[in-house]
């Protein structure tokens, strides 16, 4: 595994991991205090009305929406660096990728959104109790209310407002917090890659606080975790994560330009022939790509060592 650069203020692993769950918890912190006084300026505003989906609050529950996703998952990521590691290229910004890792990466996005369906159903058949059933499924229908509420598809510059909205700044945001530090953090401390990025993986899954999204997100997190350790370049991450997150949001426009109803593509699931083969397609690109990225020196600019030999399952 790589050597990370040695840290201004010596931190151990445990330690850094607890720092960054109390940045995060700070982050959280901040993000309330910053959208209670968005609504306390805001003349007209309340809580109940954004609750509520009050069309007129719509505008200023995406600008909360934004700030509070930089404050909840870019903030802690970016003091965390600050404080912990020197290194100008942590995130690995600086470790250019040759062409065909970004189309690969670009490959493996599409196939993963079909094969995360596989384990939609199973997440689906899990045997709950009917009174737990119903709490998460109102959990959900609250959640997909808000996300409707904040969406913009009734034009093509709605469409890309909420493109940006709903998929890119996340994308960044929160690989910043997971695979930049959380995974980092994890892999170094334990030793252990595929333990590492399992853990990080149910870690992100669980903020999403969605049961019944809650493997298909570990399965996605693993993919995600498996490209920043063999591709070493954190904006491979942003673009699967983007594409993840922007398709959604296209066909919901989509269906809203040509049948006027968005919500069906919020539970829409890929066929199962479909989901089988985005799996064998899957496997067969990741294992492609874990082989050139091996075999691709680091750039000069990004400190990193050429010693990933590792493999994926250790």
């Known amino acids: 595994m790589d050597k990370y650069p040695s840290s201004k203020i010596k931190i151990s692993h445990t330690g850094q991991f607890f720092l960054l769950i109390g940045l995060v918890c700070f982050g959280l912190l901040l993000g309330g205090m910053?959208?209670?006084i968005m609504i306390m300026v805001t003349p007209?505003?309340?809580?109940?009305?954004?609750t509520d989906g009050d069309p007129d609050m719509a505008s200023l529950a995406r600008w909360?929406?934004?700030?509070?996703?930089?404050?909840?998952?870019?903030?802690p990521a970016l003091l965390f660096k600050l404080i912990v590691r020197p290194g100008r290229d942590f995130f690995r910004f600086n470790n250019k990728r040759p062409l065909i890792l970004w189309g690969l990466a670009i490959l493996i996005a599409l196939a993963t959104i079909p094969a995360a369906d596989l384990f939609t159903w199973l997440n689906q058949h899990i045997p709950i109790s009917g009174g737990l059933?119903?709490?998460?499924?109102?959990?959900?229908?609250?959640?997909?209310?808000?996300?409707?509420?904040?969406?913009?598809?009734?034009?093509?510059g709605g469409f890309l407002k909420s493109l940006i909205l709903i998929a890119l700044l996340p994308a960044i945001f929160e690989e910043l917090l997971f695979r930049g530090c959380l995974?980092?953090?994890?892999?170094?401390w334990l030793k252990r890659p595929f333990w590492a990025i399992l853990l990080?993986?149910?870690?992100?899954?669980?903020?999403?606080?969605?049961y019944f999204g809650f493997l298909p997100r570990i399965f996605i997190g693993m993919i995600l975790g498996y490209v920043?350790?063999?591709?070493?370049?954190i904006g491979l991450n942003m673009i699967i994560h983007f594409i993840n997150n922007g398709l959604i949001i296209t066909v919901m426009f989509y269906q809203n330009k040509t049948t006027g109803s968005m919500e069906d593509a919020l539970k829409s699931q890929s066929a199962t022939w479909m989901a089988y083969l985005g799996l064998v397609a899957l496997i067969f690109l990741f294992y492609y790509f874990r082989k050139v990225a091996i075999h691709t020196p680091p750039s000069p600019a990004s400190s990193l060592e050429d010693n990933l030999s590792k493999p994926f399952y250790s």
């Open 34 to 36: 910053v959208s209670f």
């Open 44 to 50: 007209g505003a309340s809580l109940q009305g954004i």
């Open 64 to 75: 909360m929406q934004i700030i509070s996703t930089f404050v909840i998952f870019a903030v």
């Open 133 to 156: 059933k119903t709490r998460f499924e109102q959990l959900e229908k609250t959640y997909d209310k808000q996300m409707l509420f904040m969406l913009q598809l009734d034009s093509w």
């Open 183 to 188: 995974q980092q953090v994890m892999v170094s």
């Open 200 to 210: 990080t993986s149910i870690i992100f899954s669980a903020v999403h606080a969605s």
């Open 228 to 233: 920043f350790f063999y591709g070493r370049n």
